[in-house]
């Protein structure tokens, strides 16, 4: 009697059915590899999007830090000042005085003011003719003077003007010690303020640049501690995360760079005097930065994260 099927048939039949559990298996493993794969991927890509943006905020910051800067020079370079002559000063002493004020390194501007042009100043201002009050001139040619932002200090001026005073054609020279101390206050008081700005949008920066690559790492932890059961040693496991994460923040900082040089591009089409306070090599400078500090931040982001996933156990994996 039979049962209805032969031995070699159920041998058949279970041999079929063991090859389309095997490729089952191995459908099931390819696919889990694939999702695996977009899974990083998009990490990656996500990684390096909040990373181009906490940098390109950090671009801005530190452009608009020189721009302030140049602006704070300007103004102390347009205070200087003014060298007062004697009625009694010969040609000769008067470009002897020129010489010295145009060749000396705190000088950044020298402009002769005759008898004539002082009158002619004082009338467009006041509206006064002193000639008719006076019947003669009473003015005094001059020089106005402005000084390197480096050389903008009470102190400095002190000094510099103890020397111009030691020429004979020299009547008295007249600083601005008010304005220059009140400028140089306001422009410190602001340049502290920037700075802890900047201090604090660095903490803020590394904090969300450690979190995202904390992301990226923790969806590799189970290969950590599986290159950790095979003996790898902690330097070995931590170097491709800390090798990618510095690529993905080089990516990242020329994504940022692309976007802020797209924005300075259109900024100084519309408003041109703003390359008067933005040099090219300020703009290289924080262009290098940006790559520098994205690669520096993802590079100790990752190393911080692969240690922490080092030292856990495979029972804490499934607890973080």
């Known amino acids: ?148 932002a480096a050389f903008e200090s009470p102190d400095s001026l002190t000094v510099i003007s103890a020397k111009i005073k030691k020429f004979a054609a020299v009547e008295n020279v007249y600083i601005h010690q008010d304005v220059v101390e009140s400028v140089n206050r306001n422009i410190n008081s602001a340049m502290v303020v920037l700075s802890v700005v900047a201090a604090m949008m660095m903490i803020i920066s590394f904090a969300l640049i450690n979190n995202t690559v904390r992301l990226t790492v923790y969806s590799r932890r189970f290969i950590i501690h599986t290159m950790k059961l095979v003996g790898a040693k902690p330097s070995f496991i931590r170097r491709p995360f800390v090798i990618s994460n510095v690529v993905n923040g080089v990516i990242a900082a020329l994504l940022a760079i692309v976007i802020l040089a797209a924005g300075i591009y259109y900024l100084l089409r519309f408003e041109p005097a703003v390359a008067t306070l933005l040099s090219l090599s300020q703009v290289w400078l924080v262009f290098g930065g940006m790559i520098v500090l994205g690669a520096a931040l993802c590079a100790a982001a990752a190393a911080i994260a692969t240690n922490r996933y080092i030292s856990l156990s495979y029972d804490e994996l499934f607890t973080m």
């Open 1 to 148: 009697m039979t049962n209805g099927f032969s031995h070699s048939t159920f041998a058949w039949d279970f041999g079929d059915g063991f090859t389309h559990c095997a490729y089952l298996t191995n459908y099931i493993m390819a696919e889990q590899e694939k999702k695996s794969k977009i899974s990083f991927i998009n990490a990656n890509i996500t990684s390096i999007i909040s990373v181009a943006l906490v940098l390109l905020l950090l671009g801005l910051v530190a452009l608009l830090g020189c721009i302030a800067r140049s602006f704070a020079d300007q103004i102390r370079e347009n205070i200087g000042f003014e060298v007062v002559l004697t009625d009694s000063a010969s040609t000769a002493q008067i470009n002897s005085v020129k010489n010295l004020l145009t060749d000396a390194k705190y000088v950044s501007s020298v402009k002769y003011i005759s008898k004539d042009e002082a009158m002619q100043q004082w009338q467009n201002e006041t509206g006064e003719n002193l000639i008719d009050l006076f019947g003669v001139n009473p003015l005094a040619p001059e020089f106005d003077v402005n000084v390197k």
